[in-house]
């Protein structure tokens, strides 16, 4: 079972900038595309960026220019650079990966949340 814990959340005033982490322990084989997400209260959780084993990026159009997604392979660790916030970025953010397991199964695993709170 692979585990995904999140940290780096907190309350900011608008245009600042936070950093969030994401560690993935467990019983890894190999790790695949790690990702962000968010959720706001009442809607849809969304694919804030996710980033390839091979660092390829992919980011959501609101997001560009402003969040950087980056990882650490050797430490099975996922980041997320936000600068410049808006109050819209205001959600609980989640981690995601997506990878082989020492059991050389498939999983996909999310972390507990962290929650991101911009003031106006």
């Known amino acids: 079972q692979v585990q995904l814990v999140e940290s780096g959340g907190g309350s900011v005033q608008a245009g600042g900038s936070l950093r969030l982490s994401c560690a993935a322990s467990?019983?890894?084989?190999?790790?695949?595309?790690m990702s962000w997400y968010r959720q706001a209260p009442g809607k849809q959780r969304e694919l804030v960026a996710e980033?390839?084993?091979?660092?390829?990026?992919n980011y959501k159009d609101s997001a560009k220019g402003r969040f950087t997604i980056s990882r650490d392979n050797a430490k099975n660790m996922v980041y997320l650079q936000m600068n410049s916030l808006k109050p819209e970025d205001t959600a609980v953010y989640y981690c995601?990966?997506?990878?082989?397991?020492?059991?050389?199964?498939?999983?996909?695993?999310w972390g507990q949340g962290t929650q991101v709170t911009v003031s106006s």
């Open positions: 995601n990966a997506i990878g082989v397991g020492g059991n050389k199964l498939a999983f996909r695993s």
């Open positions: 467990g019983s890894i084989f190999m790790l695949n595309a």
């Open positions: 980033i390839t084993s091979d660092s390829n990026t």
